[in-house]
């Protein structure tokens, strides 16, 4: 069973920075395709960004692009989520995901384990 575990998450001001890290366990972490989701209340789960198995790919929601970059480290098990020029928009609850067989996950269903979240808060 595989395990991951968020952290970094915090309240900042717009236009601050933060960095999502996310720790797995208990798995093949370099076979698993990875993803950072993020649910505001009252909103449905969003694709935040996307990475491949290698990182050699990586896929961005249009909200975040050129603000956000999600990198992974296969030797320590740990998928990042940088957030630059952060806004008040940005706040939710981010979650890490992995999906398995060397995947490349744009849906959340497409995910076959999620960690349990850390919220970010940016205020105005």
């Known amino acids: 069973q595989v395990q991951l575990v968020e952290s970094g998450g915090g309240s900042v001001q717009a236009g601050d920075s933060l960095r999502l890290s996310c720790a797995a366990s208990g798995g093949t972490f370099s076979t698993y395709g990875m993803g950072w989701f993020r649910q505001a209340p009252g909103k449905e789960r969003e694709v935040v960004a996307v990475?491949?198995?290698?990182?050699?790919?990586?896929y961005y929601a249009d909200s975040v692009k050129g603000r956000f970059t999600i990198s992974r480290d296969n030797a320590k098990n740990t998928v990042y989520l940088q957030m630059n020029s952060l806004k008040p928009e940005d706040t939710a609850v981010y979650y890490c995901?992995?999906?398995?067989?060397?995947?490349?996950?744009?849906?959340?269903?497409?995910?076959?384990?999620w960690g349990q979240g850390t919220q970010v808060t940016v205020s105005s």
């Open positions: 995901a992995a999906g398995r067989n060397y995947g490349w996950y744009i849906k959340a269903h497409e995910y076959d384990y």
């Open positions: 990475i491949s198995w290698s990182g050699a790919n990586a």
